[in-house]
């Protein structure tokens, strides 16, 4: 093989490079001892990143090994130290290959290429970021329109710091008492006795409802009294959510739907 194709200068993430393996067989050098002369020169060297990037490259086995991308200043540094009677060919040689190719990385039509290569990237960029900033608007729009019923109820319950009776709930769901009182038992939330209706063990000590006592003439001109179940706004609040869980909506949210 002409020895003048071992030179392999090339474009490696926009750098001009050579690596210390195609290096090491120009020069017919073990390439371990490459690897140890840049090594020394990095003892000394503050800027040795921007001249030798470590990485790897497959062996005649696939195996990854560890190799060194050169500029052109750093295979001027390293290239210093080869001695030898074709040394001095080689190093013109490799500087002419890191000429040429730096005159044809650099010429207005590759500088073009390589602007409007940038240019499509970024583009696209934007255009990425416009579709997730659009997704995240409509997500966003969605969820107001999902929750602006559930605002307009809470708005209206909030509106009402007294207690209410069960009739007064029900007639926001379009209810009579019996049949929303009915509903709360087939839930689970509440249970009669004696003509009475109770919360349920679980539901008790947590702000729902409040007991009222009112006066009443019974029939025989006797005054009486009674003790009935009133819902807070915590619990008409605890009811809607309940509620809207069975898909049981109250009349405005209807309506806003």
Not at 29 to 37: F, G, Q, T, W, Y
Not at 71 to 88: N, P, Q, V
Not at 199 to 211: A, I, M, P
């Amino acid at each position: 093989m002409d020895n003048i194709m071992k030179i392999n200068v090339r474009i490696e993430d926009g750098c001009i490079v050579t690596d210390s393996r195609n290096i090491a067989d120009t020069f017919e050098k073990r390439h371990d001892h490459v690897l140890r002369d840049i090594e020394n020169i990095k003892k000394d060297l503050p800027n040795f990143g921007e001249m030798f990037i470590e990485s790897t490259m497959p062996d005649n086995y696939g195996r990854n090994q560890k190799v060194y991308f050169v500029s052109r200043d750093g295979f001027s540094l390293l290239a210093m130290g080869f001695t030898g009677s074709k040394a001095l060919e080689w190093k013109l040689k490799y500087i002419n290959a890191f000429n040429t190719l730096e005159k044809a990385w650099n010429t207005p039509e590759q500088i073009m290429a390589r602007a409007l290569k940038v240019a499509d990237a970024q583009i696209i960029s934007l255009k990425d970021r416009c579709n997730f900033l659009g997704s995240q608007i409509e997500e966003k729009s969605q969820l107001i329109e999902s929750l602006q019923p559930k605002a307009a109820y809470y708005d209206l319950v909030l509106q009402c710091n007294t207690l209410l009776s069960t009739t007064e709930i029900a007639k926001d769901y379009g209810m009579s008492a019996r049949k929303f009182n009915d509903l709360l038992h087939e839930m689970g939330i509440q249970f009669k006795q004696s003509d009475r209706w109770f919360l349920y063990t679980r539901y008790e000590g947590c702000g729902y409802t409040s007991s009222k006592t009112t006066n009443f003439v019974r029939k025989d001109g006797s005054l009486g009294c009674a003790t009935n179940m009133y819902w807070t706004p915590k619990g008409r609040l605890f009811l809607y959510d309940s509620l809207k869980s069975d898909a049981i909506l109250p009349m405005i949210e209807r309506e806003i739907a």
